[in-house]
């Protein structure tokens, strides 16, 4: 058996490896990485990370962005949003953004892994799931990203703060909003505090 064929013993398909992972296994990583990618058992994802597809009728699946993401960062603390995820909120966003956001502690700028983008966002805190009242806090952090029409939205983010529990929606808003965000849904926090 070659060295490249036990090397080839330890990847599982559907798995993101990276180059760090897989030398364990070989004295000349690299060399056998390149050999890897060139027959197609391997896809090179970025730098240093590497998936071993799963094969469907349809043909070689990509990596669930979950596995991936954790690979990339090393790290099981993150959450990947995307400004979709506003159209849930019932607040006048309709667009559909090709766009995905990754909160997390260790990553700051866009990559790309494989043939999509990811926006990394190197923040202290963010919830474990993308909550209703998390998101609003997040649409209004990031309004002037998007293409619809910010005063409107600006208008309908109060009037569905005002449906919210106010004590997640205070929690939410205290813990993940930036500057703009608190002086729009903080008087909303405060008046319904004070019913």
């Known amino acids: 058996m070659t060295k490249l064929q036990e090397l080839k013993k ?37 730098q240093g990370v ?3 597809p799963k094969e469907t009728a349809f043909g070689k699946t990509p990596p669930e962005e979950e596995v991936l993401i954790r690979s990339f960062l090393k790290d099981d ?3 990947i949003t ?5 159209n849930s909120l019932g607040v ?8 995905r956001t990754v909160y997390n502690h260790k990553r700051h700028g866009e990559f790309k892994l494989g043939n999509r983008v990811f926006i990394f966002k190197l923040t202290h805190h963010f ?19 998007l293409a619809e029409d910010h005063i409107q939205i600006s208008k309908n983010i109060l009037s569905r703060a005002y449906t919210m529990d106010i004590k997640k929606l205070k929690h939410a ?5 930036n500057a703009k965000a608190k002086k729009l849904l903080m008087p909303v926090v405060n008046k319904t505090e004070n019913l």
């Open 173 to 177: 808003v205290s813990l993940y909003g």
């Open 127 to 145: 919830p474990a799931k993308a909550t209703q009242e998390f998101l609003l806090v997040d649409l209004a952090n990031n309004l002037e990203k």
């Open 82 to 86: 995307s400004p979709n995820a506003y």
């Open 92 to 99: 006048g966003t309709t667009q559909l953004y090709n766009t």
């Open 10 to 46: 330890h990847l599982k398909k559907g798995k993101v490896y990276r180059r760090t992972e897989l030398a364990q296994w070989s004295k000349s990583i690299d060399r056998h990485l390149d050999e890897l990618v060139q027959d197609e058992t391997l896809q090179k994802l970025s």
């Open 50 to 52: 590497y998936y071993f």
């Open 77 to 79: 603390r993150f959450l």
